[in-house]
C-alpha cells in the first residue's frame, strides 16, 4: 500500500498539508494512467509537480533552516 511504503515521503513531499497530499496523488495518478506505469512509486512521484501550498511551505523550511545555519555561523565567530 502506497502510504504504508511512502509515508515519510508523502509527508515530506506534502509538507503535512492534505490538500496537497491529496493533489500530488492525483497527479501522480494521471501521469501514472497516462505514462502507462499504472503504479504510484517514488520515482513516479518525483517528476510530478507539487502545488503551491506545499511549495511555498517547503520554501519557508529551507528558510527557516538558512537562518539557522547562518545564526550558528555568526555566533561562531563572536566566540573566536
Given at each position: 500500500m502506497?502510504?504504508?511504503?511512502?509515508?515519510?515521503?508523502?509527508?515530506?513531499r506534502s509538507s503535512g498539508h492534505?490538500?496537497?497530499?491529496?493533489?500530488?496523488?492525483?497527479?501522480?495518478?494521471?501521469?501514472?494512467v497516462r505514462t502507462g506505469v499504472e503504479r504510484l512509486d517514488e520515482d513516479l512521484l518525483?517528476?510530478?509537480?507539487?502545488?503551491?501550498?506545499?511549495?511555498l511551505a517547503q520554501d519557508g523550511e529551507r528558510n527557516r533552516l538558512k537562518g539557522q545555519r547562518s545564526r550558528r555561523t555568526r555566533q561562531k565567530?563572536?566566540?573566536r
Open positions: 502506497l502510504a504504508d511504503d511512502l509515508f515519510d515521503y508523502l509527508f515530506i492534505i490538500g496537497s497530499l491529496m493533489t500530488l496523488i492525483n497527479r501522480g495518478c494521471q501521469r501514472a518525483n517528476r510530478v509537480k507539487i502545488d503551491q501550498a506545499a511549495h565567530a563572536v566566540r
